[in-house]
């Protein structure tokens, strides 16, 4: 049986993430390839607690950097080796709201710290496993925010000030720029033309398995 393909959606808070989710899940459907969803951090019962844990307003101690980082990449591990390695290997697709690129843009490109050690635990926790497709959705900080404030509660991370955002815009350009395997599509457009550039991005995809 030939296995799953992983298929990512990133981006900022309030680039549309669940939007062009559905969109995918509809691409799918249409295809008849079965998927499963994840999405980080969280996605199986013990990395949802970790999720609650990287995501709370409540805590009554600072939450460090690196128990941040650590924590993003324990619940990686935990979807990687329970949900996500499993569902490919039954020939399932897997369509992930975020994954190791949200570490690199929020731990490496916001909190700073270096590639050295961002690739040294990724590694511990990858092993060079890899997305096939990644779709950036691309928005400027400052309307990705007020996006997200309007939809209401914001969590730890999204409380962070603006500065912290424009880091972590930039890494995730200039990741994107350095990864074929990552495409960014322009998040300030309608929302229908955001689902047709995903929509194509993910046919052109499918064009170049089905000739490989
Ligand atoms: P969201 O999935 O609802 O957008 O919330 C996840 C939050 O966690 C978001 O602010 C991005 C942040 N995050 C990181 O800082 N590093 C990571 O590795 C991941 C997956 C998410």
Partial sequence: MSTGKFIVIEGMEGAGKSSAITAIENLLTQQGIEFVNTREPGGTPLAESLRDMVKSVDHQEKLTVETELLLMYASRSQLLANKILPALAKGLW???????????AYQGGGRGFDEKIMNTISDITLKGFKPDLTLYLDIDPHIGLSRAKA????????????E?????????RELAAQDPSIVSVDASQTMAQVHQDIIEEVQQFMSTIEQA
């Fill in 164 to 172: 912290f955002f424009i880091r972590v815009h930039q890494k995730y």
């Fill in 94 to 104: 897997v369509i992930g709201d975020r994954h190791d690129l949200s570490s690199r």
């Fill in 151 to 162: 939809r209401g509660d914001l969590d730890r991370i999204e409380l962070e000030q603006m």
